[in-house]
């Protein structure tokens, strides 16, 4: 299993300034995963994270609006950069033990507010 | 690519009824499926999973069987609590190491 400690755990930001979320786990994993789920919504994934190398983003997100570091195995940010009310959501940060079949595990979430 | 859709919420039953949300599945492969549940204000939490066909899943009385000729992975529990309130969510992973792929989640309300 894997215990994941996300923080902040809410904020209230102003439009055009930046937030940075930060998760630890409690053991190494090679890829963390970083979620946005919006009011009401499903959770959609944002890029995965790869200790020393760059993050791989999905379609419709990209570096410049959210870098993403993986500086160890255990640890990873993710900003949301120039903030606008459209990026409220929950963040959440999620990772898969080694093994086949494994469940994911994830953060308790940052509950992200622009106004 | 690989998705899965559920049923529509808000699903509302009253205490000790019988509850199904419907899953079904589209991949290449032969995924491992997996229920999450999250509570209000809380994060996801592991519900159950079936990782091969024919497995079933169960936990704190839920259940739900890995049917590859359907591609449905159904939830359900015989006799839901005002506790069981929250937003449930069917996912699949391909392949470990890999991010999972969720439905849009089913609201259900248990009312005593």
């Known amino acids: 299993s894997a215990v994941i400690s996300q923080k902040p755990s809410r904020d209230i930001c102003q439009r055009g300034t930046s937030l940075t979320i930060q998760c630890q786990v409690d053991?190494?994993?090679?890829?963390m995963f970083w979620y946005r789920q919006q009011p009401g919504q499903s959770l959609t994934l944002i890029a995965t994270?790869?200790?020393?190398?760059?993050?791989?983003?999905e379609s419709g997100f990209v570096i410049d609006k959210f870098p993403i570091s993986r500086p160890n195995l255990t640890f990873s940010t993710l900003t949301v950069s120039n903030m606008s009310p459209e990026d409220s959501s929950i963040y959440l940060c999620?990772?898969?033990?080694?093994?086949?079949?494994?469940?994911?595990?994830f953060g308790q979430g940052t509950r992200l507010t622009v106004v | 690519g690989d998705s899965v859709t559920q049923m529509e919420g808000p699903v509302t039953l009253s205490e000790e009824a019988f509850l199904t949300i419907n899953c079904t599945y589209t991949?290449?492969?032969?995924?491992?499926l997996f229920w999450y549940v999250q509570y209000p204000g809380e994060g996801l939490q592991l519900l159950l999973k079936?990782?091969?066909?024919?497995d079933k899943g169960s936990n704190k009385g839920f259940e739900a069987t890995y049917r590859k000729e359907t591609t449905s992975f159904h939830l359900e529990k015989g006799s839901v609590q005002v506790s069981d309130s929250a937003v449930y969510f069917c996912?699949?992973?391909?392949?470990?190491?890999?991010?999972?792929?969720f439905g849009k989640g089913t609201r259900l309300s248990v009312i005593a």
């Open positions: 999620s990772v898969r033990t080694q093994g086949a079949n494994t469940e994911a595990f």
């Open positions: 053991s190494q994993v090679t890829m």
């Open positions: 994270a790869n200790q020393g190398s760059e993050a791989t983003y």
């Open positions: 991949a290449t492969g032969y995924p491992s």
């Open positions: 079936a990782t091969k066909a024919d």
């Open positions: 996912a699949l992973s391909e392949a470990g190491n890999t991010p999972l792929v």
